[in-house]
């Protein structure tokens, strides 16, 4: 069942979305060579307890952790671990949702450690491209399938990356999943109908080389790009309003000025 939230429910989504923009930013001066994954998963507890927030990650479907921290060929759901201890080049991937007084939000942001490469700032400055072609396609009216096929169209025909099929955005609040399915691939016109109100992700993850992902970490979590490919990750959690797309996880005022939410008088 699709839901479509109040305005007073959308604001409490942007309450949370601010406290995980916030976390997001503080990473900028934690994550360097020669700290482990480990810390990126203390500094977010830590955050969200300060801030009256709940990490929703930890015990979903049996899930320790309140972030995922994928590194390089890691596409998601990567475990933070006290043995890995990032170098300069990693492409790390930091995914987690917030529990704010019964409000959800839900964002992953890519950071590269120390010293990049152009090959890993093209792909990350494509895939941030693609999350926001994404969420411009996101209007009342238009279909789930017009999402989809932008970001397809970018990164695989303009761009020739993977666009990963097997792990996709979805609908949040009150709860983390929630129908619709929101693929990062599609035919224009297909799809659900988009309506003022509903809430979803869009979080295009998007690999150097093959879409295809492989699940065989012995953790049973873990998903890694089939060909050993670097894959990179955006997500935002947005609203459709009458006015356009509205992101409620925003990190850049300036950057999302068209698409900031307004809190209502």
Not at 109 to 116: E, F, I, L, T
Not at 203 to 222: F, L, R
Not at 236 to 253: A, M, N, R
Request: glycine share 10%.
């Amino acid at each position: 069942m699709i839901t479509l939230k109040s305005p007073r429910e959308i604001e409490e989504m942007a309450k949370s979305g601010a406290i995980l923009a916030g976390m997001h930013i503080g990473l900028r001066d934690i994550i360097k060579p020669g700290i482990s994954s480990w810390e990126i998963e203390k500094f977010a507890r830590k955050y969200f307890k300060e801030h009256g927030a709940i990490a929703e990650q930890i015990g979903f479907e049996g899930y320790k952790y309140a972030t995922c921290v994928s590194v390089n060929d890691e596409i998601c759901h990567g475990f933070p671990r006290k043995g890995l201890i990032l170098k300069d080049g990693d492409l790390v991937k930091v995914d987690t949702v917030v529990n704010y007084h019964g409000a959800m939000s839900d964002s992953c942001w890519s950071y590269v450690v120390g010293k990049s490469t152009p090959e890993i700032d093209r792909l990350m400055e494509v895939t941030k491209k693609a999350m926001y072609l994404g969420i411009e396609q996101a209007q009342v009216g238009n279909r789930i399938g017009d999402i989809g096929a932008a970001i397809q169209h970018y990164t695989e025909d303009e761009n020739g990356y993977g666009d990963v099929r097997e792990f996709i955005g979805h609908g949040i609040g009150p709860t983390m999943h929630e129908s619709p399915s929101v693929p990062h691939y599609g035919e224009k016109g297909k799809g659900v109908r988009l309506r003022e109100g509903m809430t979803i992700t869009i979080e295009p993850m998007i690999n150097m080389g093959t879409w295809e992902a492989v699940m065989d970490d012995p953790n049973g979590w873990t998903a890694r790009t089939a060909d050993g490919s670097l894959s990179c990750q955006f997500e935002h959690t947005i609203v459709i309003t009458k006015d356009g797309p509205k992101i409620l996880t925003s990190q850049d005022p300036e950057l999302d000025a068209k698409y900031l939410y307004h809190f209502h008088k």
